[in-house]
Antibody, heavy 121, light 110 residues
Framework: EVQLVESGGGLVKPGGSLRLSCAAS????????VNWVRQAPGKGLEWVSS????????YYADSVKGRFTISRDNARNSLYLQMNSLRAEDTAVYYC??????????????WGQGTLVTVSS | QSALTQPASVSGSPGQSITISCTGM?????????VSWYQQDPGKAPKLMIY???NRPSGVSNRLSGSKSGNTASLTISGLQAEDGGDYYC??????????FGGGTKLTVL
């Protein structure tokens, strides 16, 4: 069974930093692209970033470019999101979502339960 | 990248059919067949219901179907059931190799 478990969320002051982690199990993590998707309280889904299976291709939403860094460690079956210069508008539940299959890198098929990041003074 | 456009809400009675639209541009919905639909219950993670415009993952009811015409994709649910209620989001791959989501549609089963 595919499992994605996010951690690292919490309360941080504006301008601060936070590192999110996502532990994957139940599938060959190293063969799948993975995404971070966030959802502000009461709002819709917003794609944040994606990383290909071997980290060759990395993309970011304009809203986080230059502040967030996505990375992965295939040996540890883990995905990360380093978030710097955090703003109030970054407050959201952050979901880790793997692609549906190695041949569907553009489709987030499996999702974790999310971790809440709150940016407030 | 602007969000895809979805109606804020849709409703229907049990047994009826409803359709949710998702409008984008030629650089996303119109240019690729990588349109997906997700159902989200309150406080839960999104669940993939349709991928590549019209394909259903294993375990998803065949009462759900997807289609696309030009820059607009659609999700149709036939034979509405109470369990179909919730928020629905479309997403599309884009020409920038990113993903974009719709604003979401709240489906109410009356």
């Amino acid at each position: 069974e595919v499992q994605l478990v996010e951690s690292g969320g919490g309360l941080v002051k504006p301008g601060g930093s936070l590192r999110l982690s996502c532990a994957a199990s139940g599938f060959t993590f190293s063969s799948y692209s993975v995404n971070w998707v966030r959802q502000a309280p009461g709002k819709g889904l917003e794609w944040v970033s994606s990383i290909s299976s071997s980290s060759t291709y990395i993309y970011y939403a304009d809203s986080v470019k230059g502040r967030f860094t996505i990375s992965r460690d295939n040996a540890r079956n883990s995905l990360y999101l380093q978030m710097n210069s955090l703003r109030a508008e970054d407050t959201a539940v952050y979901y880790c979502a793997s692609s549906l299959s190695p041949t569907h890198p553009e489709t987030p098929g499996y999702w974790g339960q999310g971790t809440l990041v709150t940016v407030s003074s | 990248q602007s969000a895809l456009t979805q109606p804020a809400s849709v409703s229907g009675s049990p047994g009826q059919s409803i359709t949710i639209s998702c409008t984008g541009m030629s650089s996303d919905v119109g240019g690729y067949n990588h349109v997906s639909w997700y159902q989200q219950d309150p406080g839960k993670a999104p669940k993939l219901m349709i991928y590549d415009v019209s394909n259903r993952p294993s375990g998803v009811s065949n009462r759900l179907s997807g289609s696309k015409s030009g820059n607009t994709a659609s999700l149709t649910i036939s034979g509405l059931q109470a369990e179909d209620g919730g928020d629905y989001y479309c997403s599309s791959y884009t020409s920038s190799s990113t993903l974009v989501f719709g604003g979401g549609t709240k489906l109410t089963v009356l």
